[in-house]
């Protein structure tokens, strides 16, 4: 059996590696940014890459991980839409997401 205080270093160790790790994947669920992403798209995001008006990122909102366009950059954050303005909430809804919110930028989507 483990112990206690080995388990809580692996455990920082892991989410401080995840932090660092500039690629990582992702599983579309929801159909707020179709026709672009379906429901089970699987997404490559590269979290040093530059962001952009256009780009679709990937970003924490309130515990969930969460896909959206980026439309505009003011003040340290970034305006999202949905590309299905029918389906789920964007920054119209939730405001601005921080910079410190994204994970990254979508690099390749399948």
């Known amino acids: 059996m483990k112990s206690p205080i080995y ?19 992702f599983v579309v669920g929801g159909k707020s940014m179709e026709p672009t992403l379906k429901e089970g798209s699987r ?14 990122l990937v970003f924490r909102k309130e515990g969930l991980i969460m896909v959206k366009r980026a439309v505009t950059y003011e ?3 970034w305006q999202v839409r949905a590309d299905n303005l029918k389906e789920g909430d964007d920054s119209l809804v939730f405001g601005g997401v921080p910079d410190a919110d994204v ?6 989507h399948w």
């Open 7 to 25: 388990l809580r270093l692996r455990n920082r160790l892991s989410s401080f590696v995840k932090r660092l790790a500039p690629l990582r994947f």
């Open 43 to 56: 997404l490559l995001v590269f979290s040093w890459a530059p962001k952009r008006r256009g780009d679709i």
């Open 75 to 77: 003040s340290n954050r």
């Open 103 to 108: 994970v990254g930028r979508v690099i390749a």
